[in-house]
């Protein structure tokens, strides 16, 4: 039996799911098949940065992914401990998300939002659009791809029975081992394996209430070998952790570590508890040497693998499936040019780069934290001087890996051929801070709205042209965008702040949210513009 679906997506992880999403959301047809029965005993990944949550925002979930089990009164801190029992050395502080304020940059912030909880949200608003179909236990086995587009052999895991899938487009969201960057022949190119974390999973409530500190998300385990391994509450009315030991020899296996040793030193006394799950993974830095082949696509952990220090590998994958979703779209609606899809590695390879980079850094940083000394669980005087000492130093080392909402929001597509540079110069790059810049490639910045809306409220399915008061008529660029039937909205603006931000009286922003073009007045070639931001030029 055959089919033909316009694209089909391998791999249910938050990936796959969110690009599902973005397709649903523009109406167009799919089929995610995914290998597993998608539950998930233990979590990888935690926290849904502010970008991950625009993005939310603009399918309309934002509130749920907000409003996840995980309390919003507990604080999102980070702890410096000799162990969660022992002393407290210093404290990243970061409220819980009913006590802060969004960054001024973005409408959200980070948001703690466990793997448990998202990928369920994700799949219940994919799984809402009938032109969306999630198969679980269904794996895909092998595929080839003509100029017209591609075959793709699957296996429902609980028949048996074997089926093809013809598809215009096939988009490997299969994470880090995935089988379909490997048929296409690419590399991952970087440092590669540098380490081998072990997490230990495991439930006991009641242990932050009686650990004598105040509460905190991350309790970061520091003694005589250095920082060695972190606790981190996944769930806490459940009392769900996480311990993971940052680097193991790598020959452990889960039936041989010795997870009683490992807790009992993080919690610095014998305890009891219901032991859930154990992984042994390996930490990587390495990036693909292509974002896909042909009607091949690659997104995710299929393509960029990185420390999960930072807290960037999925948040970077939603950004891909955001990318090449409206893509996939414009060009099966008719409207992309021919070029758009090789828009995709171009725009995106650069942000995993990035990511990959920061997130390796992070992991060094604490990796070569200088070595503790037995003193640190010292009681007394001595021992209060020099956790105080280390305690500052740690501060300093680590916390910029929980600092990083320059990282989250201010990536950018400085090289992409659908945007038009205006030679303005780049703003900085810096992981701590964000410059929000109105810039051609950059994310399109937030404001506040007169009527309490975010300007990034206005950013739909299509483009967006942006008139700010006295901006002189744009009518060219919106015939234009109607004879190659690209779908733009024209939005009037009377908003001061707005457009000091936005820095020109004319801006186009993408499906996306990201700036293609701006000027004072529109281009001489209005059908030029268009041609271009489409991927028709
Ligand atoms: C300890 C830890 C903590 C982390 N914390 C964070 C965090 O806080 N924030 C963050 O952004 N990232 C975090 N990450 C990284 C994040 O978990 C990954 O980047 C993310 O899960 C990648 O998603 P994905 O969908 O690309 O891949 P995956 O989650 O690996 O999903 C791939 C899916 O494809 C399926 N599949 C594979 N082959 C086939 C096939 N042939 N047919 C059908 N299905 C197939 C697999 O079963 C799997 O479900 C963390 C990672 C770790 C290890």
Same mark, same amino acid.
């Given at each position: 039996? =055959?089919?033909?679906?316009?694209?089909?997506?391998?791999?249910?992880?938050?990936?796959?799911?969110? #690009?599902?999403?973005?397709?649903?959301?523009?109406?167009?047809? /799919?089929? $995610?098949?995914?290998?597993?029965?998608?539950?998930?005993?233990?979590?990888?990944?935690? %926290?849904?940065?502010?970008?991950?949550?625009?993005?939310?925002?603009?399918?309309?979930?934002?509130?749920?992914?907000?409003?996840?089990?995980?309390?919003?009164?507990?604080?999102?801190?980070?702890?410096?401990?000799?162990?969660?029992?022992?002393?407290?050395?210093?404290?990243?502080?970061?409220?819980?998300?009913?006590?802060?304020?969004?960054?001024?940059?973005?409408?959200?912030?980070?948001?703690?939002?466990?793997?448990?909880?998202?990928?369920?949200?994700?799949?219940?608003?994919?799984?809402?659009?009938?032109?969306?179909? $999630?198969?679980?236990?269904?794996?895909?086995?092998?595929?080839?791809?003509?100029?017209?587009?591609?075959?793709?052999?699957? &296996?429902?895991?609980?028949?048996?029975?074997?089926?093809?899938?013809?598809?215009?487009?096939?988009?490997?969201?299969?994470?880090?081992?995935?089988?379909?960057?490997?048929?296409?022949?690419?590399?991952?190119?970087?440092?590669?394996?540098?380490?081998?974390?072990?997490?230990?999973?495991?439930?006991?409530?009641?242990? &932050? %209430?009686? /650990?004598?500190?105040?509460?905190? =998300?991350?309790?970061?385990?520091?003694?005589?070998?250095?920082?060695?391994?972190?606790?981190?509450?996944?769930?806490?009315?459940?009392?769900?952790?996480?311990?993971?030991?940052?680097?193991?020899?790598?020959?452990? =296996?889960?039936?041989?570590?010795?997870?009683?040793?490992?807790?009992?030193?993080? $919690?610095?006394?014998?305890?009891?508890?219901?032991?859930?799950?154990?992984?042994?993974?390996?930490?990587?830095?390495? #990036?693909?040497?292509?974002?896909?082949?042909?009607?091949?696509?690659?997104?995710?952990?299929?393509?960029?693998?990185?420390?999960?220090?930072?807290?960037?590998?999925?948040?970077?994958?939603?950004?891909?499936?955001?990318?090449?979703?409206?893509?996939?779209?414009?060009?099966?609606?008719?409207?992309?040019?021919?070029?758009?899809?090789?828009?995709?590695?171009?725009?995106?390879?650069?942000?995993?780069? @990035?990511?990959?980079?920061?997130?390796?850094?992070?992991?060094?940083?604490?990796?070569?934290?200088?070595?503790?000394?037995?003193?640190?669980?010292?009681?007394?005087?001595?021992?209060?001087?020099?956790?105080?000492? &280390?305690?500052?130093?740690? #501060?300093?080392?680590?916390?910029?890996?929980?600092? =990083?909402?320059? $990282?989250?929001?201010?990536?950018?597509?400085?090289?992409?051929?659908?945007?038009?540079?205006?030679?303005?110069?780049?703003?900085?790059?810096?992981?701590?801070?964000?410059?929000?810049?109105? @810039?051609?490639?950059?994310?399109?910045?937030?404001?506040?709205?007169?009527?309490?809306?975010?300007?990034?409220? #206005?950013?739909?399915?299509?483009?967006?042209?942006?008139?700010?008061?006295?901006?002189?008529?744009?009518?060219?660029?919106?015939?234009?965008?109607?004879?190659?039937?690209?779908?733009?909205?024209?939005?009037?603006?009377?908003?001061?702040?707005?457009?000091?931000?936005?820095?020109?009286?004319? &801006?186009?922003?993408?499906?996306?949210?990201?700036?293609?073009?701006?000027?004072?007045?529109?281009?001489?070639?209005?059908?030029?513009?268009?041609?271009?931001?489409?991927?028709?030029?």
């Amino acid at each position: 039996m =055959t089919r033909r679906i316009p694209v089909l997506i391998v791999g249910g992880g938050p990936v796959g799911l969110s #690009l599902a999403a973005e397709l649903g959301w523009r109406g167009i047809a /799919c089929e $995610l098949i995914e290998q597993t029965d998608g539950a998930i005993v233990s979590p990888k990944m935690n %926290e849904v940065n502010a970008r991950s949550m625009e993005i939310c925002r603009r399918w309309g979930i934002a509130e749920r992914v907000f409003n996840c089990p995980f309390p919003a009164d507990y604080p999102l801190d980070v702890a410096f401990v000799t162990s969660l029992f022992g002393h407290e050395l210093s404290r990243l502080r970061r409220p819980g998300r009913n006590s802060l304020e969004p960054p001024p940059e973005s409408p959200h912030r980070m948001q703690a939002c466990s793997q448990i909880w998202f990928d369920p949200i994700l799949s219940d608003f994919a799984g809402s659009f009938a032109s969306v179909r $999630l198969r679980h236990r269904c794996r895909l086995e092998a595929f080839e791809q003509t100029a017209a587009g591609v075959s793709a052999q699957v &296996v429902d895991l609980t028949s048996g029975a074997r089926e093809e899938i013809e598809a215009d487009y096939l988009v490997g969201c299969d994470g880090a081992g995935s089988m379909v960057r490997r048929a296409l022949g690419i590399e991952l190119v970087g440092q590669g394996t540098i380490g081998h974390p072990i997490n230990l999973f495991f439930r006991r409530k009641g242990l &932050v %209430e009686s /650990c004598g500190k105040p509460p905190a =998300t991350f309790y970061l385990g520091i003694d005589e070998t250095g920082l060695w391994g972190s606790l981190r509450i996944i769930d806490p009315a459940n009392g769900l952790w996480r311990l993971m030991i940052d680097s193991s020899d790598g020959t452990a =296996t889960p039936e041989t570590v010795d997870r009683q040793f490992y807790l009992n030193r993080a $919690l610095g006394r014998p305890t009891d508890v219901e032991w859930v799950d154990v992984n042994i993974w390996r930490r990587r830095s390495a #990036l693909a040497e292509s974002y896909g082949r042909g009607r091949v696509f690659l997104a995710g952990d299929a393509v960029h693998q990185l420390s999960p220090t930072g807290g960037m590998g999925m948040n970077t994958g939603v950004a891909d499936a955001a990318d090449i979703g409206w893509k996939l779209a414009a060009v099966l609606q008719g409207w992309g040019g021919a070029g758009l899809l090789d828009s995709y590695d171009r725009e995106r390879r650069p942000v995993g780069a @990035r990511a990959v980079r920061m997130a390796t850094w992070f992991y060094k940083n604490a990796e070569n934290f200088p070595k503790g000394s037995a003193k640190l669980a010292a009681d007394g005087a001595e021992g209060d001087r020099l956790r105080a000492q &280390v305690g500052e130093q740690l #501060l300093r080392a680590i916390g910029p890996e929980f600092r =990083t909402v320059g $990282l989250q929001l201010g990536y950018r597509y400085g090289d992409s051929p659908i945007c038009l540079p205006d030679g303005t110069p780049e703003p900085p790059d810096d992981p701590a801070e964000c410059t929000p810049s109105a @810039r051609p490639g950059a994310r399109a910045p937030h404001a506040w709205l007169r009527d309490w809306r975010s300007i990034l409220d #206005l950013y739909g399915r299509g483009y967006t042209l942006l008139r700010f008061a006295d901006a002189p008529p744009a009518d060219a660029i919106e015939r234009a965008a109607e004879n190659r039937r690209v779908p733009l909205t024209r939005v009037d603006l009377d908003e001061p702040e707005a457009a000091a931000l936005y820095e020109r009286k004319l &801006v186009l922003v993408r499906p996306d949210g990201h700036v293609a073009w701006r000027a004072d007045a529109p281009p001489p070639d209005a059908l030029a513009l268009i041609d271009t931001v489409r991927g028709a030029a």
